[in-house]
């Protein structure tokens, strides 16, 4: 079985340039999940989605950040225009599940890092 | 405060010792706990769920102390391959949330 890919796998841009991430989570796992993670942390969650639907997008900056889910399969996560502090490593993970738990279910993608220069 | 926070070490660990680090969460309501492994560079992967009895996978033990609000892991017989960091992730009602990691270091 595909696990979550992700691509591209890293990225380097000057500032004020946008980017986009592209995510295609495991076949059937309705839950997706984008994180942030930065050096020396732990991921920390940015949007969550059921199927097409946001259900958790409050640490989303959506100033700057925009996702999108539009079939509910596959997800592009956008940064635009990007800033030096938006240097992480960027992960997808997809669990089979719907609302609670799952944790135990969830398997993330290789993650895409980005540069901002 | 952080809502989950962990020791971030290193745990510097000789070869067949034992090793053991907790984890703290603040949200009482949590459900769910578990413990994820992430080599350097690499995703998080599930290393293991952590249930209130206490559970053990091979080396491993993980336990759940709900009144003092801390979950534990211990790994018996180190092996080198155990050097990693190891994430403590609290599920809230479907919301997941990772401390920031301990990291391992297993020497020969």
């Known amino acids: 079985e595909a696990g979550v890919v992700q691509s591209p796998r890293y990225k380097i841009i000057e500032k004020k340039q946008p980017v986009a991430f592209w995510c295609n989570p495991i076949?059937?796992?309705?839950?997706l999940y984008w994180y942030r993670q930065n050096l020396g942390q732990g991921p920390e969650l940015l949007i969550r989605?059921?199927?097409?639907?946001?259900?958790?997008d409050s640490q989303l900056p959506k100033d700057r950040f925009s996702a999108e889910r539009l079939k509910g399969v596959d997800s592009t996560l956008k940064i635009q225009p990007a800033e030096l502090g938006d240097s992480a490593v960027y992960l997808c993970?997809?669990?089979?599940?719907?609302?609670?738990?799952?944790?135990?279910?969830?398997?993330f993608g290789p993650g895409t890092r980005l540069t901002v220069l | 405060r952080k809502e989950v926070e962990q020791d971030p070490g290193p745990f510097n660990v000789p070869e067949g010792a034992t090793v053991a680090f907790n984890c703290t969460y603040s949200?009482?309501?949590?459900?769910?706990f578990f413990w994820y492994r992430q080599d350097c560079r690499k995703e998080p992967k599930l290393l293991m769920s952590?249930?209130?009895s206490g559970n053990e996978d091979g080396r491993f033990t993980a336990q759940l102390n709900r009144a003092s609000q801390y979950i534990s892991l211990l790994i018996r017989d180190s092996k080198l391959s155990d050097s990693a960091t190891y994430l403590c992730?609290?599920?809230?009602?479907?919301?997941?949330?990772f401390g920031a990691g301990t990291q391992v270091v297993v020497t020969p």
């Open positions: 992730v609290v599920d809230s009602w479907g919301k997941l949330q």
């Open positions: 989605y059921e199927n097409e639907e946001a259900v958790d």
């Open positions: 993970a997809s669990i089979s599940g719907r609302g609670t738990g799952g944790a135990d279910t969830q398997y």
């Open positions: 949200n009482s309501a949590s459900q769910s």
């Open positions: 952590v249930y209130s």
């Open positions: 076949s059937g796992h309705n839950t």
